[in-house]
């Protein structure tokens, strides 16, 4: 079953830096917001306005999935647990090669 994501770069002037997430998957298409942040390095699913939201966190010291008590889980997420913990990877990847933000990531799964 296809799986394909887009991860793009928000302006912002400081960190940390927001990404708009789509992702096409067997059960349609969905948005996502998540949020980088570079001290320690990190990502936060999030709202729009790059408020971590949804209560998943995952850091590039261990790159395990946790769940924040600061933020308690919604009903409804915009990602599930599976599908953050892939985006969040190759964006926490791609950083740690890059040395900064990606601008974009792109990834097709056949």
């Known amino acids: 079953m296809p799986y394909s994501f887009l991860l793009r770069l928000l302006p912002t002037e400081t960190p940390p ?37 949804g209560g998943l966190r995952m850091s590039l010291a261990d790159g395990t999935l946790q769940r924040t008590d600061a933020e ?7 990602l599930d647990a599976e599908d953050f913990r892939t985006l969040a990877a190759h964006l926490l990847t791609q ?16």
């Open 95 to 110: 950083y740690g090669k890059q040395g900064r933000p990606p601008e974009e990531i792109r990834r097709v799964f056949a």
């Open 17 to 53: 830096h927001l990404y708009r997430a789509t992702v096409h998957n067997a059960d349609g298409t969905h948005e996502a917001f998540l949020l980088l942040t570079p001290d320690p390095p990190s990502v936060h699913l999030a709202d729009a306005r790059g408020n971590p939201s």
């Open 72 to 78: 308690p889980p919604e009903p409804r997420r915009s």
